[in-house]
């Protein structure tokens, strides 16, 4: 089976940083492109970042600048740092990857991980 797997959201205050890593099994993660989505409440989920199978990235403008996406495809994870972060970016955030439906749509989604910014 594959699974796509988030951690390391949390709380953060404004003006703060984290981490999160998406862990994948049951696929051939290298040769695949990955992408970080997000879903705030009442609002419909949104591309945050993409990742190619080279290493190329993509970033909405939203966080262009202030989130980074890479992936060690030695250890199976994708991870996408969030610094300087804004209660606008408060949301559930979901690991996306494997066979490409359309740009930024890839075929598996992980549960998602909770990312509150609030003071």
């Known amino acids: 089976q594959v699974q796509l797997v988030e951690s390391g959201g949390g709380l953060v205050q404004p003006g703060g940083s984290l981490r999160l890593s998406c862990a994948a099994s049951?696929?051939?993660?290298?040769?695949?492109?990955m992408a970080w989505y997000r879903q705030a409440p009442g609002k419909q989920r949104e591309l945050v970042a993409a990742i190619t199978s080279g290493g190329n990235t993509n970033y909405a403008d939203s966080v262009k600048g202030r989130f980074t996406i890479s992936r060690n495809n030695a250890k199976n994870t994708m991870y996408l740092q969030m610094n300087s972060l804004k209660p606008e970016d408060t949301a559930v955030y979901y690991c996306?990857?494997?066979?490409?439906?359309?740009?930024?749509?890839?075929?598996?989604w992980g549960e998602g991980t909770r990312v509150t910014v609030s003071s």
């Open positions: 996306n990857g494997g066979p490409t439906i359309s740009r930024y749509n890839y075929s598996y």
């Open positions: 049951g696929m051939l993660f290298s040769i695949y492109a």
